[in-house]
């Protein structure tokens, strides 16, 4: 088994109750959910790997591929739509060249959307990894994404 | 000009909220110290006295629903405690300013409720993506731990208690008390059928009291100060304070903790600067996503849980998103049931049926396939029908924006 995957399980008992915590250390780990690791946390919590990807594919946090260096997601609430939140993913995806979902090839990027991430106030917002990039204008949008073109 | 009310956010700004030292300071866990000291039973009258309304929404009493989850029971040696921090309604975003700003006032309120019904277990079920909250909590409660506040026999009393973090992973409806229970026995998101309630049949079959944020953070200034004080403060049927988070059209966004029976006109125009660029007020969503839009006649009525109620609209979690003229209903409509789809766990055939079908309508609205009155007719009835025949209140809930489309902007929409 995948040393990482080991070190992770190391710190739970194995009992069903702790499947969710389990899906979410395990992806806060290794980046995301692999086959591998979803028959080895089956085997671990002891139930059938049906039901753990029955539990993983109901919650919008866990995913099945890599994440990019950047994550991004684009909050489509209803402050934030009333802020022109559909003009601000045009312009994401224009920069960065990806559409909601995907991952860019390169593994830079990946674009997600969520529901209300809690910062209204600050509409139309986004986070990338874990941080609010508050009031986004199609210029602001531009500059977040082609400064960090440029470090690369 | 009216003011700012704190009680829940009394110690904003003024403390290092990563210091527990700087909370006791203020006075803090003063009120758990006095309330175990006196009978559990004392502490749920003051509680019950206090009138004070949960704030997750619904505006059940939580002196009452502590009463029950005491009273259930009475052999049971396990009773849990959760507090609600899963916010996750659109437009809300009050949850997060108490834990980041005090995480330890939402503790202390944990730890009187748990004391109040005899739970030795408690756990802060929070939104996966609060990355800042999740922090602040945490050494809440390490701080916590380390100065015997949780643990065994605190402040020498017979009581002990744990507190654990849980966290969510992205799902609205998890927020829902009973669904947010099979989350945390690690099952899929799909709700309960009640009865039975939390408070005789909670997490894993034991009496469970489930509140907000804002509820627990309001407790222990209850406690400390008594219900009279409590209740001299807002309006009859909604005493005490309540924060309310103002995004849209409108100079100012923000949060605003006011006494209860402020009008919406002073919230916007007082504490929020008034509309942006000048224009005019259009219409507000009050309550978020599962909430109610309405008109400029809506301006001056008292903000409480019974006058909206009177006025069809809802107080919910305490959101208003403000539109200036210009904007679409529509497109906000659409925004909001497009929001619900995507939230439904489908396990009810009326909600996952419906939800489409409610789009749908839109759609052919759009496409001027069908006329605005006839589009309005069907949502209408499409959402009753869901209202009537869904299994829990996220199927009920696209009625409550449709209903108050019809009843304030029929014309318009
Ligand atoms: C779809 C849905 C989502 C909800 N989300 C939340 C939430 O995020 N936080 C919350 O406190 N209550 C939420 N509620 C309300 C809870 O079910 C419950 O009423 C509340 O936690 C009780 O606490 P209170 O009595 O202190 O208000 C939600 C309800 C529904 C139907
Ligand atoms: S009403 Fe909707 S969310 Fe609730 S159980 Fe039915 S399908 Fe699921
Ligand atoms: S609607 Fe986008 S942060 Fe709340």
Known sequence: MNEKLKETFSSFEGKEEELIPLLQKVQENLGFLSDESMEEISRFIRIPASMVYGVATFYTQFRFTPKGERHIMLCRGTACHVKGATRIQEEVENQIGIKVGETSEDLKYSLENVACIGACSLAPCAMVNDTVEANLTPKKVEKIFSISKDKK | ?413
């Open chain 2, 1 to 413: 000009m009216i003011q700012e009310k704190r009680i829940t956010l009394k110690n904003l700004g003024k403390i290092n909220p990563e210091s527990i030292d700087d909370y006791i300071n203020e006075g803090g866990y003063k009120a758990f110290e006095k309330a175990v000291g006196l009978h559990h039973i004392e502490i749920i009258d003051e509680m019950v006295k206090s009138s004070l309304r949960g704030r997750g929404g619904a505006g059940f009493s939580a002196g009452l629903k502590e009463k029950f989850t005491s009273e259930a029971c009475l052999r049971c040696e396990q009773k849990y405690l959760i507090c609600n921090a899963d916010e996750g309604e659109p437009g809300t975003f009050k949850d997060r300013i108490i834990m980041e700003n005090d995480p330890h006032l939402m503790l202390e309120g944990m730890l009187i409720a748990a004391y109040a019904i005899g739970a030795s277990k408690a756990y802060v079920y929070i939104r996966g993506e609060y990355y800042k909250s999740i922090d602040r909590i945490n050494k809440a409660i390490s701080a916590a731990k380390e100065k015997g506040i949780i643990g065994k026999n605190v402040f020498g009393s017979a009581f002990s208690v744990d507190v654990e973090i849980k966290l969510g992973a992205g799902s609205y409806l998890c927020g829902e008390e009973l669904t947010l229970l099979e989350s945390l026995e690690g099952k899929r998101g799909y709700p309960r059928i009640k009865p039975p309630f939390p408070a005789e049949k909670g997490l894993n079959g034991k009496p469970t009291l489930i509140n907000n944020v804002e509820t627990l953070a309001t407790i222990p200034a209850i406690i400390y100060n008594g219900p009279e004080w409590y209740t001299s403060l807002g309006t009859e049927d909604s005493p005490g304070t309540k924060i309310f988070t103002i995004s849209g059209d409108i100079n100012n966004p923000g949060y605003f903790e006011v006494e209860m029976g402020v009008t919406l006109r002073q919230l916007i125009y007082e504490l929020g600067g008034g509309i942006k660029d000048g224009k005019k007020f259009y219409a507000a969503i009050l309550g978020g996503a599962a909430g109610t839009f309405v008109n400029e006649s809506v301006l001056d009525t008292p903000m409480g849980f019974d006058t909206l109620k009177e006025k069809g609209a809802v107080l919910g979690s305490g959101a208003i998103m403000v539109m200036s003229e210009g904007r679409s209903l529509f497109d906000i409509t659409n925004s909001i049931l497009e929001f619900f789809k995507h939230e439904s766990c489908g396990k009810c055939v009326p909600c996952r049926i419906g939800m489409p079908q409610l789009l749908h309508i839109m759609e052919n609205l759009k496409n001027n396939k069908i006329g605005r009155v006839e589009a309005l007719d069907l949502l209408l009835y499409e959402s009753e029908f869901m209202a009537k025949s869904s299994l829990c209140p996220l199927g009920q809930s696209p009625i409550l924006p449709i209903k108050s489309l019809k009843q304030y902007f029929e014309n318009e929409f």
